[in-house]
């Protein structure tokens, strides 16, 4: 798997080179993820809801960007190699201050409000989605009334990659995927 910190590089510079007019250009890609490899790198998998955010410049290596912290509250731990907390502050690259937007592709969207099942890793700054939105799934309602995963439109397509975390939990009801990640865990 591809580091965060490349992955930002990439998206970053392709961003900044559209917004700069840049001639010289940069792709980013996104690779497939195992579902076991992406289980295996999250400290916790919670059912959660995102409850506010806020965003705010950052300096790295790879210039001034923007990153957004969003609290979350778990509303169910699926799996978790740390000790309990009922709230935690997740980053996401990207987000908007003032006028000023930077969106960041193939990372995790934290909608407010919006229960989801994320794959969460701890960094030396914090909690981040594992897997940017590959680790990121928004629950919604069939009609029958229950519960599915929704994967991000940024990884729609990883449907089809046989074994990735993307073809084995999209579309799928919550309990059933529940049940694949806690055999994964094991």
Same mark, same amino acid.
Request: charged residues 25%.
């Given at each position: ?37 992406l289980v295996a790198e999250s400290a ?65 969207? =934290?909608? /407010?409000? $919006?229960?989801?099942? *994320? ?6 700054? &914090?909690? !981040? %989605? +594992?897997?940017? @939105? ?12 229950? =519960?599915? /995963?929704? $994967?991000?439109?940024? *990884? ?6 046989? &074994?990735? !975390? %993307? +073809?084995?939990? @999209? ?8 049940q694949r990640l806690q055999r994964a865990?094991?």
């Amino acid at each position: 798997m591809m580091p965060r910190r490349s992955v930002l590089g990439l998206a970053a510079g392709a961003a900044f080179s559209v917004v700069l007019g840049a001639e010289d250009a940069r792709a980013t890609s996104v690779l497939p993820i195992p579902l076991p490899e992406l289980v295996a790198e999250s400290a916790r998998i919670w059912v959660a809801t995102p409850l506010e955010s806020h965003a705010e410049w950052v300096e790295g290596s790879a210039g001034r960007f923007i990153v957004t912290r969003t609290r979350v509250r778990c509303d169910r731990p699926i799996v978790e190699r740390e000790p309990h907390e009922s709230e935690l502050l997740v980053q996401t690259l990207g987000g908007t201050i003032g006028t000023v937007g930077h969106l960041v592709p193939g990372e995790a969207r =934290l909608a /407010l409000g $919006a229960p989801c099942l *994320v794959f969460l890793r701890r960094t030396r700054a &914090g909690h !981040v %989605v +594992a897997g940017m @939105a590959q680790g990121h799934f928004a629950l919604l309602r069939d009609d029958a009334g229950a =519960l599915r /995963l929704r $994967a991000s439109a940024s *990884v729609a397509r990883m449907k089809s990659v046989r &074994g990735s !975390v %993307v +073809a084995e939990l @999209a579309d799928r009801e919550l309990l059933a995927a529940v049940q694949r990640l806690q055999r994964a865990a094991r």
